[in-house]
């Protein structure tokens, strides 16, 4: 069993910054990918951003050049770093492990950005 623990969500005001953080613990291949998704209210979720245990990232074209994801494989843990925050980033932020064809979400975090 795996479980993912985000933490860092909040209020932030627009051209703002927050950083993400989710640990991974249970069973967890060393080889796996972990990502972030976000759900923002009466929309699907959505990717933000993702990273494969050797550190090759892709992210989504409305995040890009913006947010940074990053990860400590020791830790087991990854990491978002969410910079010039637009009201249109607001949603809950879901951590997400991919591993062994199987796929694991974390609670979500709420991060909202308005003034």
């Known amino acids: 069993q795996v479980q993912l623990v985000e933490s860092g969500g909040g209020l932030v005001q627009p051209g703002g910054s927050l950083r993400l953080s989710c640990a991974a613990s249970?069973?967890?291949?060393?080889?796996?990918?972990m990502g972030w998704y976000r759900q923002a209210p009466g929309k699907q979720r959505e990717l933000v951003a993702t990273i494969i245990s050797g550190g090759t990232t892709h992210y989504a074209d409305s995040v890009k050049g913006r947010v940074t994801i990053s990860r400590d494989n020791a830790k087991n843990t990854v990491y978002l770093q969410m910079n010039s925050l637009k009201p249109e980033d607001t949603a809950v932020y879901y951590c997400?492990?991919?591993?062994?064809?199987?796929?694991?979400w974390g609670q979500g975090t709420q991060v909202t950005v308005s003034s």
């Open positions: 997400n492990l991919l591993s062994l064809g199987k796929m694991f």
């Open positions: 249970g069973s967890i291949f060393s080889i796996n990918v």
